[in-house]
């Protein structure tokens, strides 16, 4: 269980669910063990945070547990949007724990937000990665287009392709392939490199719409969080993306953490549950206003 997450289903403002999907990953694999470890590595934090004068534990946080994955991606994607629907027509906003950044899809399917919001390294916007349009390396391309399993219906299917969103904002992208960046010279996407995070102006960019917020560990530098599958050097430092979800969450109706893994000594998994954290107090110190 989260630590601090002591509300029933019913009660719960939050719902934390853990997609533990590791069955695309380029380099280093180990995604599996993310949501357990980010959960493990929240436990020596603090109920209180002093910035917005609240308790996690009196947050209304309730923990899911994990949606059990297996190796036919579509068909997982699908069948976790499902539970995150459940949550979102339930009042509560989801707490995604990946797992492969491939999760996030069925995040914004559940959402149905207006911007996906992305903390990323890698632009992730490839139409496939070697041959496979569900692989993590083509999740930010698969939320702005939609890409259906060849064989199920788009429309049909409850969540193999999602609804449009008006806007991918990426923030600390740093590489990508030559088609990837041609992507996102389009006007649907905004890249934001790492060094001009800092000064742009994320809380105008969104605006009043309504956002989904996604952070890709790797958008860390690989110096303060290692245990990840792609580790880019160059990176934001732990300040920044906290920054980042303290200016999104008050207009985001859901959150994920992802690439998370296990080859490390818990950088990687303490930076995930303390930004997840950050997110709740922010959206619920918001909320009270």
């Avoid at 539970?83 to 492969?100: F, N, Q, T």
């Avoid at 296990?262 to 709740?280: I, N, Y």
Wanted: aromatic share 8%; proline share 6%; glycine share 8%.
């Amino acid at each position: 269980m989260f630590p601090g997450a002591t509300a029933s289903r019913t009660d719960a403002a939050y719902v934390v669910v853990g997609a533990p999907l590791d069955i695309s990953t380029s380099f280093r694999p180990g995604a599996r063990f993310g949501p357990e470890r980010i959960r493990r590595f929240a436990r020596p934090f603090d109920d209180y945070d002093r910035r917005t004068d609240l308790r996690f534990s009196d947050c209304s946080v309730h923990d899911h547990g994990d949606v059990r994955a297996w190796d036919d991606a579509p068909e997982y994607l699908s069948w976790l949007a499902g539970e995150l629907r459940d949550v979102v027509d339930s009042d509560a906003v989801p707490l995604l724990l990946g797992g492969e950044h491939t999760v996030s899809s069925a995040g914004v399917a559940a959402v149905d937000p207006d911007v996906f919001v992305c903390l990323d390294a890698h632009l992730d916007l490839r139409a496939d990665y070697d041959g496979n349009p569900y692989s993590h390396a083509t999740v930010t391309r698969r939320i702005l287009d939609g890409v259906a399993d060849s064989d199920q219906d788009a429309d049909s299917d409850g969540g193999s392709a999602h609804p449009d969103v008006d806007e991918a904002i990426v923030l600390g992208a740093r590489t990508g392939s030559p088609g990837e960046w041609e992507r996102a010279a389009a006007d649907d996407v905004t890249v934001v490199a790492p060094e001009d995070v800092a000064g742009f102006d994320l809380a105008a960019a969104v605006g009043d719409r309504t956002a989904y917020l996604s952070v890709d560990v790797d958008a860390a530098d690989p110096g303060f969080a290692p245990g990840t599958g792609t580790p880019e050097p160059f990176g934001l430092d732990p300040r920044a993306l906290r920054d980042v979800v303290r200016t999104v969450a008050p207009r985001a109706a859901g959150f994920d953490v992802v690439e998370v893994n296990d080859r490390d000594d818990g950088q990687a998994a303490s930076l995930a549950a303390k930004l997840c954290r950050e997110f709740v107090y922010a959206h619920a110190d918001a909320a009270d206003d």
